[in-house]
């Protein structure tokens, strides 16, 4: 038997300026995450997905799928 799938939308934003990225999920509510790179928050963003899932006593795994956000910078 497979274990269960659950979609999850990130969003991943990037900041020249500051030189960081960080990640939200319209899905998963709580999940935030950043890096100093993309890598690096999709990561994090994986670890923290497993955690809320485990917290919320969700079974079955996150199938991400990470997608660009736009923000206005000042």
Same mark, same amino acid.
């Given at each position: 038997m497979s274990a269960v799938q659950h979609a999850i939308r990130v969003n991943i934003f990037h900041s020249a300026k500051s030189a960081s990225y960080w990640a939200? +999920?319209?899905d998963l509510h709580g999940l935030a995450a950043s890096g100093k790179s993309r890598a690096e928050v999709e990561q994090?963003?994986?670890y923290a997905a497993e955690a809320l899932f485990e917290i919320h006593g969700i079974e079955g795994d996150p199938e991400i +799928?990470?997608?660009d956000a736009q923000f206005e910078e000042e």
């Open positions: 939200n +999920s319209p994090e963003a994986r +799928s990470f997608q």
